[in-house]
């Protein structure tokens, strides 16, 4: 598809839809793709990326810090508390931010070295207990919480079942965003992107619709 279709398409949406948020922002997500793809998109003006795991984008964003301007990098995928540190210093946005023992470390450090990226909750919308994220039904309190720790609390991740519709999980990452008073809505991927954007995503998190199908690994 690539980057521009993806764009016509958000815009589309964007324009049909009356709960479509007019700043949807498109996290290209780079994580196992190769430094020439990602370079490739880079060229195009783009500069909002996401990653899965702390080690890999700290092997190869920050030699791409110092050639290209602006770059914001989100964290997209699990953050062990061990990790958090090194996060911290790499990514602009952690989307994954889901027990209470991580948003303590993230305090914990933040305070220590006065610089805290902005903050996600992920919620696991499905009840999926394989997946990570807070319950819906914890989602609540977990937020007063990151809120009493000073944390810059931005929004909501999500990422529905793969064998249901993900309308309905919006939906619900929707209310519990305004119940909350957030704004910041973190959802869809680039099978339901469309979908999120007509329930008001802030962030539509995309892979393989505007790199292609990742690599194998002895090819990247």
Not at 23 to 42: E, F
Not at 119 to 139: C, H, M, R, V
Not at 160 to 169: G, L, V, W
């Amino acid at each position: 598809m690539g980057l521009a279709a993806v764009r016509e398409r958000v815009k589309k949406v964007q324009d049909a839809n009356k709960f479509a948020s007019e700043m949807t922002s498109i996290i290209a997500v780079s994580k196992m793709q190769n430094i020439s793809r990602i370079t490739n998109v880079l060229d195009e003006g783009h500069r909002c990326f996401g990653e899965n795991r702390v080690q890999e984008a700290s092997n190869k964003w920050p030699a791409l810090f110092k050639i290209y301007d602006g770059i914001e990098l989100h964290l997209i995928g699990p953050l062990q508390t061990n990790k958090a540190r090194q996060a911290m210093s790499l990514f602009q946005a952690i989307h994954s931010v889901d027990r209470p023992k991580l948003s303590n470390t993230i305090a914990r450090l933040a305070q220590e070295t006065g610089n805290c990226p902005d903050i996600f909750i992920q919620i696991n919308t499905g009840y999926e207990p394989q997946k990570a994220g807070i319950l819906p039904s914890d989602a609540d309190p977990f937020i007063k919480e990151c809120r009493s720790l000073d944390l810059p609390l931005k929004g909501l991740m999500c990422i529905p079942p793969e064998q249901e519709a993900p309308a309905k999980h919006f939906k619900l990452l929707v209310t519990i965003a305004e119940a909350n008073g957030l704004s910041g809505l973190s959802m869809g991927m680039s099978g339901d992107f469309e979908t999120a954007v007509a329930f008001g995503a802030t962030y539509v998190r995309i892979g393989s619709a505007i790199f292609g199908s990742r690599l194998p690994e002895e090819a990247q």
